[in-house]
């Protein structure tokens, strides 16, 4: 793990590993996260790349693989750490606790059939929720105003099957 200082290995460590994300290439994914984990392990955010490679892990090994890691990490010495692996530990008690992750730049208003989730003026922060939602058809409506260059919206819900992404086709309205 010795080598000079790149100043551009952090930055670009998260577009390396959306890229293989968007791939499917979830081992290899994970196999960077624990070289990262193990280059700055004298950081307490390297918990955060333990708990990522883990998260990898469950995709392709199921949740009973990497529990033991959540319930370590859980008590991480890093709260970020800590709170995503108590999250990701909630999210397999019951099927109809879902996690939704959204990163918004901009004004939002979040709602989930016609009841609000969240709202904000973001800079660029990532907020995660627990929700409990009941299995069938939903309805996802964004209110969404940029307010700086830059700006985005971007969604994850997770559930113990799977995710679902901003990413693709919306249907769009817009309302003066």
């Given at each position: 793990l010795k080598r000079p200082t790149d100043r551009f290995e952090l930055p670009g460590l998260m577009a390396m590993l959306f890229t293989l994300e968007r791939e499917g290439l979830w081992q290899d994914a994970a196999t960077r996260c624990d070289f990262f984990a193990a280059r700055y392990a004298r950081y307490p955010w390297s918990d955060l790349l333990r708990l990522r490679a883990a998260a990898y892990r469950e995709k392709t090994q199921g949740i009973e693989s990497v529990r033991p890691i959540y319930e370590k990490l859980s008590n991480s010495t890093y709260p970020p750490a800590a709170q995503q692996a108590k999250d990701l530990l909630w999210l397999h008690e019951d099927e109809t606790h879902a996690l939704?992750?959204?990163?918004?730049?901009?004004?939002?208003?979040?709602?989930?059939?016609?009841?609000?989730?969240?709202?904000?003026?973001?800079?660029a922060k990532l907020d995660v929720r627990r929700l409990n939602i009941q299995p069938g058809e939903h309805t996802w409506e964004v209110d969404f105003t940029p307010t700086m260059q830059g700006s985005l919206a971007s969604l994850c819900l997770r559930t113990q099957w799977g995710d679902i992404t901003s990413a693709g086709e919306w249907q769009t309205v817009e309302v003066d």
């Amino acid at each position: 793990l010795k080598r000079p200082t790149d100043r551009f290995e952090l930055p670009g460590l998260m577009a390396m590993l959306f890229t293989l994300e968007r791939e499917g290439l979830w081992q290899d994914a994970a196999t960077r996260c624990d070289f990262f984990a193990a280059r700055y392990a004298r950081y307490p955010w390297s918990d955060l790349l333990r708990l990522r490679a883990a998260a990898y892990r469950e995709k392709t090994q199921g949740i009973e693989s990497v529990r033991p890691i959540y319930e370590k990490l859980s008590n991480s010495t890093y709260p970020p750490a800590a709170q995503q692996a108590k999250d990701l530990l909630w999210l397999h008690e019951d099927e109809t606790h879902a996690l939704l992750g959204f990163h918004m730049r901009g004004q939002y208003t979040l709602w989930l059939d016609g009841v609000e989730i969240a709202s904000g003026n973001s800079r660029a922060k990532l907020d995660v929720r627990r929700l409990n939602i009941q299995p069938g058809e939903h309805t996802w409506e964004v209110d969404f105003t940029p307010t700086m260059q830059g700006s985005l919206a971007s969604l994850c819900l997770r559930t113990q099957w799977g995710d679902i992404t901003s990413a693709g086709e919306w249907q769009t309205v817009e309302v003066d």
